[in-house]
């Protein structure tokens, strides 16, 4: 079912592996690597309920820093690794943007653009589809981020997980969903998506409540 701090230990061991021995020339996989890791921590300022500004902003200069050396590798290789790339640089925007924290100028256009540049290479990829849906909730193009959200959906959301990441991923993901149809003024699709959110999780407060408001 994925235990996040399990993985991000795995990527942590596999990424100080490939980046500390002198031995070692660190391979295409290992960048790749490198980018899934800094996703990992964005990950943790995303999902944590009760993380400090300080916290925040420690996490974001760490993934700086990976980011900065995944790139200066990637080049070194003459930018092989794509997707992955733009998608995690994407993802670092989007979340100085949200949080304000540590922000470079338009961080939210900066996000735009590297979701677009991963779209280009792979279409159907589903981080990218999902960069670009909350790329889109941001700029309030509520249409636009529903067909996003629908394709990570289609492509990506497992059927029927019964706990852990996998079904805090889709609880997340049909939320989301719900609350486009709330904002288009579509509200018996936005009741239907947040019922799927509860049966996916009987105890699921956020759905409840807002099933509760409909009514």
Known sequence: EGHGEECRRIFEAAVDFDTKSP????????IVNMYLLAELYISCIVSSQNVSRDDVEQLLGKTKRLLDQAEALDSSW???????????????????????CSCEGDELKRAEILFDAALKLDSGSPRALLGKAIVLTQHKEWAKALGHFRQVLKRAAPPAPRSGLRLQTLKHLRFAIATCFCDLGRYEQMRNALGSVVSADPGDVESLCALAHLE
């Open 78 to 100: 003459g930018s092989i690794v794509g997707v992955e790339a733009y998608v995690a640089k994407g993802f670092f925007a989007i979340t100085r943007h949200v949080t304000r």
């Open 23 to 30: 031995l070692r020339t660190v391979s295409a996989d290992g």
